[in-house]
């Protein structure tokens, strides 16, 4: 975020890259843009969105990050990494978390980086709701 701030950083850093003939594949921005709690998923977000910014200024195509995970209702204090539907309690909180939380979140997202060019590498995570193959497609399906 520090470099956002400073144009002429922003280039330095450019042509200091071209000049060394690195070319840089990717950004990373790993936290929990979901988490319960506000402050941090704020945080979370911005970080992103400042690397997606970042990326499209020194011509980055895709940022590697997390999916996050949001805790299992409005109230909750915590992630919850749920991974078994059963009891039945468990399949509600997933879809709960997936209806109002994973899935709207990472539309807005993903047109977000859309706009500027930039390509979302969501790494399989445990403790993260992209965990498996089956939950990296169902984002991707629902994005």
Not at 5 to 18: L, P, Q, S
């Amino acid at each position: 975020a520090a470099l956002l701030k400073n144009h002429d950083a922003v280039r330095e850093f450019k042509e200091t890259a071209e000049k060394n003939e690195l070319k840089i594949s990717a950004l990373a921005c790993h936290g929990n843009p979901l988490h319960p709690q506000k402050e941090i998923s704020d945080e979370h977000t911005k970080d992103l969105e400042a690397s997606i910014e970042l990326a499209s200024m020194i011509g980055v195509g895709v940022i590697n990050c997390f999916a996050g995970c949001p805790g299992a209702g409005e109230d909750a204090k915590y992630p919850n990494w749920i991974t078994c539907p059963w009891p039945t309690y468990f399949e509600e909180a997933v879809k709960w978390q997936w209806e109002k939380k994973v899935i709207p979140f990472w539309k807005k997202m993903a047109k977000k980086a859309k706009e500027v060019g930039i390509k979302l590498g969501v790494e399989m995570h445990p403790g993260d709701v992209v965990y498996n193959t089956e939950a990296l497609l169902k984002l991707r399906e629902e994005v």
